[in-house]
């Protein structure tokens, strides 16, 4: 079965950058996309940015298109999630998941990492 593992949270100040990964285990790997997610305390789970396995598109929410890049690593089966220029309001556990296809919903999740954003 696909296991994810995020990693790359922490603390970090307003304004400020961070790089969460999340790593799928098995040979092979070639997900129709994968995406991350985030929750925050007494909210609901929302979309964040996702990526096509193959070919590369992206997608993101709007509150975070143009702070946030997420990238893949094919040959590492690594999803990335670059943030810049942090607010507050990111703060989250961010969750990454995969789709393995395209019919599918996002089935496989990671343990999450959690992203706190100080003011």
């Known amino acids: 079965q696909v296991h994810l593992v995020e990693s790359g949270g922490g603390l970090v100040q307003a304004g400020g950058s961070l790089r969460v990964s999340c790593a799928a285990s098995?040979?092979?790997?070639?997900?129709?996309?994968m995406g991350w997610f985030r929750q925050a305390p007494g909210k609901e789970r929302d979309f964040v940015a996702s990526?096509?396995?193959?070919?590369?598109?992206?997608d993101y929410a709007d509150s975070v298109k143009g702070r946030f890049t997420i990238s893949r690593d094919n040959a590492k089966n690594t999803v990335y999630l670059q943030m810049d220029s942090l607010k507050p309001e990111d703060t989250a556990v961010y969750y990454c998941?995969?789709?393995?296809?395209?019919?599918?919903?996002?089935?496989?999740w990671g343990q999450g990492t959690q992203v706190t954003v100080s003011s």
């Open positions: 998941a995969t789709r393995l296809r395209s019919f599918q919903k996002y089935d496989y």
């Open positions: 098995g040979r092979s790997f070639r997900p129709y996309s």
């Open positions: 990526i096509i396995w193959s070919g590369g598109s992206t």
